[in-house]
């Protein structure tokens, strides 16, 4: 197995072919005087825009949760009549969207001759399969998608576009004619969502305790600290490789991802209605949603590492919701390869292990990288204590939070 974990120095570098998503018309732009984030706000929060005129975009990223799912179930609903599920976990809007990387770009002549594997790990875009390059294009798919707000047609969300008490300010923000041709309507919507996520600071408030600590006004309790140091010690847990914990450079602060991705295995979880096909499997980055990678084995099951801001607070993890507590995420991680009998199911008595792959594909996953080294039957590298006080740091990342006394 070859790890696509390395090489964070040239995050901004990634495979080389580009994704293939519907186009969507560029809106023309807008005054940037806040009216645009304010009508995207408008629209996020309108589930007229539904076929079923139950569901908007915070029906799912619920601004109450971290722009996250606003319960436990590993996924949501939709559909015309609100009940065909989804295929995987919903994953949080907060922070990201203002620093993802797109997943292609151009390099200089002769530069790709340079690099080497580890340079070329896949890295950016948006959704759990890195997918989308614009928050236009991700913002777009849900409102299409069959087992989501399930509309027909561009048409028809510019239709209830049309018919919402907002209609007019689009006319003041984009001119008279604004609501005249089908796809300038629709792509005027997505790019006012765009500019609502990337303006409103309730997608990026730094308000957690490890905000407050790294400004050096609050401090970590023992415990807090005695997690924060088994999270970054790369013998061990070894999650701050993936989920950077430190100030850039420029003393921004962290969003606990690299944004690459990352085969885990995670356990096939017979809760999604698509896995009572044996046949079925969600392979990431090479299929069955995403398509213009599927050619490329190696990147089979791998799918983006998550920001870790709110994690705490999260009722559903990994990208098929197969756990819904943190602590159980958390001892899946560790003892995966300890104990593999408690996490994978048995076929006539043997432990499938990393059951939610083909057979063949299996070796992407990683086992190079600590803690996915051990063996059946090897201590694992947190114990249950342990794995509490990584909980407890992890809590300082939940937004929110209030000195004491305060």
């Given at each position: 197995?070859?790890?696509?974990?390395?090489?964070?120095a040239?995050?901004?570098?990634?495979?080389?072919?580009?994704?293939?998503?519907?186009?969507?018309?560029?809106?023309?732009?807008?005054?940037?005087?806040?009216?645009?984030?304010?009508?995207?706000?408008?629209?996020?929060?309108d589930?007229?825009?539904?076929?079923?005129g139950?569901?908007?975009?915070?029906?799912?990223?619920?601004?109450?949760?971290?722009?996250?799912?606003p319960?436990?179930?590993?996924?949501?609903?939709?559909?015309p009549?609100?009940?065909?599920?989804?295929?995987?976990?919903?994953?949080?809007?907060?922070y990201?969207?203002?620093?993802?990387?797109?997943?292609?770009?151009?390099?200089?002549?002769?530069?790709?001759?340079?690099?080497?594997d580890?340079?070329?790990?896949?890295?950016?875009?948006?959704?759990?399969?890195?997918?989308?390059?614009?928050?236009?294009?991700?913002?777009?798919?849900?409102?299409?998608?069959?087992?989501?707000?399930?509309?027909?047609?561009?048409?028809?969300?510019a239709?209830?576009l049309?018919?919402?008490?907002?209609a007019?300010?689009?006319?003041a923000?984009?001119?008279?004619?604004?609501?005249?041709?089908?796809?300038?309507?629709?792509?005027?919507?997505?790019s006012?969502?765009?500019?609502?996520?990337?303006?409103?600071?309730?997608?990026?408030?730094?308000?957690?305790?490890?905000?407050?600590?790294?400004?050096?006004?609050?401090k970590?309790?023992?415990?807090?600290?005695?997690?924060?140091?088994?999270?970054d010690?790369?013998?061990?847990?070894?999650c701050?490789?993936?989920?950077?914990?430190?100030?850039?450079?420029?003393?921004?602060?962290?969003?606990?991802?690299?944004?690459?991705?990352?085969?885990?295995?995670?356990?096939?979880?017979?809760?999604?209605?698509?896995?009572?096909?044996?046949?079925?499997?969600?392979?990431?980055?090479?299929?069955?949603?995403?398509?213009?990678?599927?050619?490329?084995k190696?990147?089979?099951?791998?799918?983006?590492?998550?920001?870790?801001?709110?994690?705490?607070?999260?009722?559903?993890?990994?990208?098929?919701?197969?756990?819904?507590?943190?602590?159980?995420?958390?001892?899946?991680?560790?003892?995966?390869?300890?104990?593999p009998?408690?996490?994978?199911?048995?076929?006539?008595?043997?432990?499938?292990?990393?059951?939610?792959?083909?057979?063949?594909?299996?070796?992407?996953?990683?086992?190079i990288?600590?803690?996915?080294?051990?063996?059946?039957?090897?201590k694992?590298?947190?114990?249950?204590?342990?794995?509490?006080?990584?909980?407890?740091?992890?809590?300082?990342?939940?937004?929110?939070?209030?000195?004491?006394?305060?």
């Amino acid at each position: 197995m070859r790890s696509f974990r390395i090489g964070h120095a040239m995050a901004a570098l990634t495979l080389g072919a580009a994704i293939v998503v519907s186009p969507c018309p560029q809106a023309a732009p807008a005054a940037d005087d806040g009216r645009l984030a304010a009508l995207g706000k408008l629209i996020f929060m309108d589930p007229s825009l539904s076929a079923s005129g139950k569901l908007s975009c915070a029906t799912c990223h619920s601004p109450e949760h971290a722009y996250g799912p606003p319960d436990g179930k590993a996924v949501q609903l939709g559909g015309p009549n609100v009940d065909r599920p989804g295929a995987r976990a919903v994953p949080s809007l907060r922070y990201v969207l203002n620093r993802t990387p797109i997943w292609y770009q151009e390099h200089p002549a002769g530069l790709l001759d340079r690099l080497t594997d580890k340079d070329l790990s896949p890295v950016g875009g948006f959704g759990w399969d890195g997918r989308f390059d614009t928050l236009e294009a991700q913002a777009a798919f849900p409102l299409l998608a069959p087992n989501e707000m399930a509309n027909k047609d561009r048409g028809a969300v510019a239709a209830a576009l049309r018919a919402a008490p907002y209609a007019d300010q689009f006319k003041a923000v984009f001119g008279d004619d604004a609501l005249a041709d089908a796809d300038k309507l629709f792509a005027a919507a997505m790019s006012a969502i765009a500019a609502f996520e990337l303006e409103d600071p309730s997608f990026h408030p730094y308000t957690s305790k490890y905000d407050l600590y790294l400004d050096g006004k609050a401090k970590l309790t023992a415990r807090e600290r005695r997690g924060k140091a088994l999270f970054d010690d790369p013998d061990k847990g070894n999650c701050a490789s993936c989920h950077q914990d430190g100030k850039g450079a420029d003393g921004s602060h962290p969003l606990f991802t690299d944004y690459q991705f990352e085969a885990l295995a995670v356990p096939r979880n017979a809760e999604l209605q698509q896995n009572a096909d044996p046949n079925y499997y969600d392979l990431g980055l090479c299929g069955p949603v995403r398509t213009d990678q599927a050619d490329n084995k190696l990147l089979c099951g791998l799918f983006k590492t998550p920001t870790l801001r709110n994690i705490a607070s999260r009722g559903v993890f990994f990208h098929n919701g197969r756990f819904h507590t943190l602590k159980e995420a958390l001892k899946f991680y560790v003892e995966r390869d300890t104990a593999p009998q408690k996490w994978y199911r048995s076929v006539n008595g043997t432990v499938e292990t990393f059951d939610d792959l083909p057979a063949a594909l299996r070796g992407n996953v990683d086992t190079i990288d600590p803690p996915l080294t051990l063996k059946k039957g090897d201590k694992p590298f947190w114990t249950d204590a342990q794995i509490d006080d990584v909980i407890a740091f992890l809590k300082t990342l939940d937004d929110g939070y209030r000195q004491p006394g305060s």
